[in-house]
Nanobody, 117 residues
């Protein structure tokens, strides 16, 4: 059973930073891509960032986070990170890790990020 476990969420003031982690139970090279989504109650889940897991894989970001969020990885730890800087109240959401593996998809349970003064 493949598992994705997010961590690192919490309460932060506007302008602050957080780093989210997504730990996979298998090597991330088993996945074609690993992405971060977020969801606010009453709204659709939004794609925030995506990363191709191939070596030197391409990353892409939603316009709303471009220049502020960065996806990175630690292959040895089977972990993908989402570094979030210059956080805004509108970044408040539950953040989910997603992985796709040639016909199979996996979701983590999410971690809550609250940006508030």
């Amino acid at each position: 059973q493949v598992q994705l476990v997010e961590s690192g969420g919490g309460l932060v003031q506007p302008g602050g930073s957080l780093r989210l982690s997504c730990a996979a139970s298998i090597s991330i090279f088993n996945f074609k891509n690993m992405d971060w989504y977020r969801q606010v109650p009453g709204k659709e889940r939004e794609l925030v960032a995506t990363m191709d897991t191939a070596i030197g894989g391409i990353t892409n970001y939603a316009d709303s986070v471009k220049g502020r969020f960065t996806v990175s990885r630690d292959n040895a730890k089977n972990t993908v990170y989402l570094q979030m800087n210059s956080l805004k109240p509108e970044d408040t959401a539950v953040y989910y890790c997603y992985a796709a593996s040639y016909g199979m998809t996996y979701w983590g349970k999410g971690t809550l990020v609250t940006v508030s003064s």
